[in-house]
Nanobody
Framework: QLQLVESGGGLVQPGGSLRLACAASGFTLDYYQIGWFRQAPGKEREGVSCISAGGSTNYADSVKGRFTISRDNAKNTVFLQMNSLKPEDTAVYSC???????????????????????WGRGTQVTVSS
């Protein structure tokens, strides 16, 4: 059974940092593009960052220079390092995946929600003083 589980969320002050992890079970992340998404109360889910199977990355303009996505295939885990956090970063953060062999040519480095097939339940990130 394919499963993604996020961890690392919490409460942090503005300017602080958090590192989120997305651990996969039931499948090998090597062949998948992984995306991080977030949804704030009353807002639509939006793409934050993604990393292709080959390690190429993409970021939303709102997080460029502050967030870094990486993957550790040996641990079957993708990370999102979030620095210089702002109150507007407060949201539930979820990771998602799709197999690149099936969709890679069209959805390569996409942050579109609809492209991703497998989703975790999310972890809450709250940035507040």
């Amino acid at each position: 059974q394919l499963q993604l589980v996020e961890s690392g969320g919490g409460l942090v002050q503005p300017g602080g940092s958090l590192r989120l992890a997305c651990a996969a079970s039931g499948f090998t992340l090597d062949y998948y593009q992984i995306g991080w998404f977030r949804q704030a109360p009353g807002k639509e889910r939006e793409g934050v960052s993604c990393i292709s199977a080959g390690g190429s990355t993409n970021y939303a303009d709102s997080v460029k220079g502050r967030f870094t996505i990486s993957r550790d295939n040996a641990k079957n885990t993708v990370f999102l390092q979030m620095n210089s956090l702002k109150p507007e970063d407060t949201a539930v953060y979820s990771c998602a995946a799709f197999r690149m062999a099936y969709k890679g040519s069209y959805y390569y480095k996409t942050l579109k929600v609809d492209a991703y097939d497998y989703w975790g339940r999310g972890t809450q990130v709250t940035v507040s003083s």
